[in-house]
T-cell receptor
Framework: RKEVEQDPGPFNVPEGATVAFNCTYS??????FFWYRQDCRKEPKLLMS???SGNEDGRFTAQLNRASQYISLLIRDSKLSDSATYLCVVNPFFSSGSARQLTFGSGTQLTVLP | NAGVTQTPKFQVLKTGQSMTLQCAQD?????MYWYRQDPGMGLRLIYYSASEGTTDKGEVPNGYNVSRLNKREFSLRLESAAPSQTSVYFC???????????????FGQGTRLTVV
């Protein structure tokens, strides 16, 4: 089983739609969670961190469900500029020892249509 | 702000040739990473370095070597390139260190490598 799993999509939605992505992770020790955005042929960039209480940044809402080991990203009022691949990222935390690497999902492709 | 700088941006190699991908960051980050990205596979970690002088294998280290030259620079070497190493390579850095939650990772623009 992959450590981080995402529905690859593609998700094709009309402008103004609400779209949600889910991501599941297998390592229950994971402590840090992020959503990254990657435009075509570009490097990934942080979209938002995901906190236990859930957090919102404008049209974007991220939530974490530790019991079920999944995180979600909700995009409201989709814009054409939201078209990209969204990467779910988790990272386990250890109180001692070297830092652990970020583990990426394979990404969910979103296309917002006019 | 330069952030993370990778060179070269594009490279074509013949099977068996060697090359080094260079990466430098100017954010004083402890941790640096090399990933490869293939269609449908997401980013897979090749090697990472939690601090100057230390390196560790990631998920797909075979065929690669790395050097953490100093805190700023982390290079990736292909000793004998193979067509299976055709990919997009990303270097990244973050403030992550022992006992700390990982923080945002900043990526270079990527190197598109083709091995023929």
């Amino acid at each position: 089983r992959k450590e981080v799993e995402q529905d690859p999509g593609p998700f094709n939605v009309p402008e103004g739609a609400t779209v949600a992505f889910n991501c599941t992770y297998s390592n229950s020790a994971s402590q840090s969670f992020f959503w990254y955005r990657q435009d075509c042929r570009k490097e990934p960039k942080l979209l938002m961190s995901v906190y236990s209480s859930g957090n919102e940044d404008g049209r974007f809402t991220a939530q974490l469900n530790r019991a079920s080991q999944y995180i979600s990203l909700l995009i409201r009022d989709s814009k054409l500029s939201d078209s990209a691949t969204y990467l779910c990222v988790v990272n386990p935390f250890f109180s001692s020892g070297s830092a652990r690497q970020l583990t990426f999902g394979s990404g969910t492709q979103l296309t917002v249509l006019p | 702000n330069a952030g993370v700088t990778q060179t070269p941006k594009f490279q074509v190699l013949k099977t068996g040739q060697s090359m080094t991908l260079q990466c430098a960051q100017d954010m004083n980050h402890n941790s640096m990473y090399w990933y490869r990205q293939d269609p449908g596979m997401g980013l897979r970690l090749i090697y990472y370095s939690a601090s100057e002088g230390t390196t560790d294998k990631g998920e797909v280290p075979n065929g690669y070597n790395v050097s953490r030259l100093n805190k700023r620079e982390f290079s990736l070497r292909l000793e004998s390139a193979a067509p299976s190493q055709t990919s997009v390579y990303f270097c990244a850095s973050s403030e992550a260190g022992a006992g700390r939650l990982n923080t945002e990772a900043f990526f270079g623009q990527g190197t598109r490598l083709t091995v023929v």
